[in-house]
């Protein structure tokens, strides 16, 4: 079935334009529209003069979709992407079994067929031990490898790299793929040692949690990092910058090496919360990496806005609620669900004038799809991509609390906080799959092989 929203404002990363949209009966695009004129087409959809962007896409969701299913599954976390204005997720592969070779890989897809309500591509885990795996695993169509240099917390040890000859090592292996990989750059042995000493002092607050991965732990991976980068001419995402002094390091490095092949991620709330928001959030704002002070939240901000940062990824990070409010945070899992608010929580930024929308578009679509080789489909407003769209009423107003959360655990680390610029209506290759935060239809999302 053909679809046409006309009398939008219509937003891509080059700017604004009043005018719509024409998307065919195979759920591609056809056509942009000028004005308010419509298109003839068998659903025709008067936008009001709202904004309409390419559907969303978040490249950093954890799904827990096969095995951790208590947390999420494809059913209630693409639930709560659809009614976010996330059209596209790329699921993180610390799942149970993790995803490190072929067979995992099928299983994690097979998990989500004929249950997402949007469509999905799945990244892989990089490890010492899985490096065999990485020629079969790119070939089959993943949108990345995904380490760390510390556990995270997680005690995937898949998802690990131990010492700098080990990220060279396998940095090399990607950079003759001509692969992409995502690596959190906490330094481990900092973190162990801080982590141990209050312990030993009896601390186990969230704010101790956050203090044993100080911005230096960061700063020190990025720097590292950035000089295997250089070294191995391997595609690099700096998952989740949020400390002043990484910005520092990877703006510095775009500009000495514009060739360099790294792009730069923050989460929203990096962007918009500090340390405090536990006050409201309480067990929910215990992240990996941690919120911060005010300081390193407005170089976050400032990054967003000077370019430095490629995209926003929501890391979105369900869990049980039993597994959140523990009595010490040194036993609670970290993360938060973030699917329902990202896009909002970007779009406030926009409302306020702190950005453009057309840095929206950008953060948000445009560039996670170019860097992560999904862009011939998704991420822009181009006749021939998928017709993914997303209308967006900049006049809304919402308070984050438990009924805005679809995610299973209810809960959310912007609880409390009130936000601008909500997605009303969510469109997947031509059909509405979601309205005013309700679900339209049947799971019809797809596994989405990187080009």
């Not at 334009?17 to 695009?29: E, M, P, S």
């Not at 993790?98 to 067979?103: G, N, R, S």
């Not at 003759?176 to 141990?196: M, P």
Request: glycine share 10%; charged share 20%; with cysteine.
């Amino acid at each position: 079935m053909s679809l046409c929203v006309h009398n939008a404002w219509v937003v891509t990363a080059a700017g604004e334009r009043r005018g719509g949209v024409l998307v065919g009966d195979d759920g591609r695009i056809v056509t942009l529209l000028d004005g308010a004129q419509a298109a003839s087409a068998d659903t025709v959809i008067d936008a009001r003069e709202r904004l309409l962007f390419a559907g969303f896409v978040d490249a950093h969701v954890h799904m827990r979709d096969p095995g951790l299913t208590h947390k999420e599954d494809y059913q209630s976390g693409s639930r709560a992407a659809a009614c976010g204005g996330i059209t596209t997720v790329m699921c993180m592969p610390n799942t149970s079994p993790p995803i490190e070779d072929l067979a995992s890989f099928e299983g994690a897809r097979a998990a989500g067929e004929g249950h997402s309500h949007v469509d999905f591509s799945l990244q892989a885990a990089l490890g010492s031990a899985n490096l065999a795996h990485l020629p079969a695993l790119w070939a089959a169509g993943i949108t990345s490898f995904e380490t760390s240099l510390s556990d995270g917390g997680e005690g995937v040890k898949v998802l690990r790299l131990d010492d700098a000859y080990q990220v060279f090592e396998a940095l090399s292996i990607i950079a003759d793929l001509g692969a992409v990989v995502g690596i959190y750059t906490g330094n481990q042995s900092i973190t162990s040692a801080l982590t141990a000493r209050f312990k030993a002092e009896g601390r186990q607050s969230i704010e101790d949690h956050a203090r044993a991965r100080p911005p230096l732990t960061e700063a020190v991976g990025i720097a590292t990092l950035i000089e295997l980068a250089r070294a191995t001419a391997a595609k690099v995402v700096f998952r989740q910058v949020c400390s002043q002094r990484g910005f520092d390091l990877v703006r510095h490095a775009k500009i000495d090496a514009p060739g360099l092949g790294i792009a730069v991620e923050v989460t929203p709330h990096n962007l918009r919360l500090t340390l405090d928001a536990i006050e409201q959030a309480g067990a929910f704002g215990q992240i990996i990496p941690p919120l911060r002070s005010e300081l390193d939240r407005a170089a976050a901000v400032d990054a967003l806005v000077d370019g430095t940062v490629d995209f926003v990824g929501s890391d979105h990070a369900p869990h049980a609620l039993a597994e959140k409010e523990r009595e010490s945070a040194w036993e609670a899992r970290n993360g938060s669900p973030g699917l329902d608010t990202v896009a909002a929580a970007v779009l406030d930024l926009a409302c306020r004038g702190t950005i453009p929308f057309a840095r929206v578009a950008q953060v948000l679509g445009e560039a996670p799809a170019r860097v992560f080789g999904i862009g011939d489909r998704k991420g822009s407003l181009t006749p021939g991509t998928d017709g993914d769209l997303v209308i967006v009423d900049p006049s809304v107003r919402r308070t984050v609390g438990p009924e805005l959360i679809r995610s299973k655990p209810g809960r959310s680390v912007f609880e409390g906080t009130t936000l601008q610029g909500w997605p009303i209506l969510t469109v997947l290759r031509g059909q509405v799959i979601a309205e005013d935060g309700e679900i339209v239809g049947q799971p019809r999302g797809r596994f989405l092989a990187r080009t």
